[in-house]
């Protein structure tokens, strides 16, 4: 089992940046692909971007690939996403998430174990 915890959420104006980081416990983090999803008031949760357990594969939503960046740390027990170019469209709770599956996975259901997530807000 993990456990996921999800900070740099913020206010920031369109255009900017933000980190967000993912936390995770356990001894097992390196052998989980993760995934960070979205959700929006009156959405359903969206898939962002997702990473493999070695880092070497990484998968985006059109919505974002060109201006956000998935990474990981295994050492530090941690994934981030890199968020450039903000739009006010971006504007989400953002879910942390891992999976046991052996490769890469873009659906909510895929995914076994999520944080509390993270709010970031994107002003015009």
């Known amino acids: 089992q993990v456990q996921l915890v999800e900070s740099g959420g913020g206010l920031v104006q369109a255009g900017g940046s933000l980190r967000l980081s993912c936390a995770a416990s356990g001894r097992t983090f390196s052998t989980y692909v993760m995934g960070w999803f979205r959700q929006s008031p009156g959405k359903e949760r969206e898939f962002v971007a997702t990473i493999s357990w070695r880092g070497s594969s990484t998968s985006y939503a059109d919505s974002v690939k060109g201006r956000f960046t998935i990474s990981r740390d295994n050492a530090k027990n941690t994934v981030y996403l890199q968020m450039n170019g903000l739009k006010p469209e971006d504007t989400a709770v953002y879910y942390c998430?891992?999976?046991?599956?052996?490769?890469?996975?873009?659906?909510?259901?895929?995914?076994?174990?999520w944080g509390q997530g993270t709010q970031v807000t994107v002003s015009s």
């Open positions: 998430a891992a999976s046991t599956s052996g490769y890469v996975r873009e659906t909510v259901r895929d995914y076994r174990y």
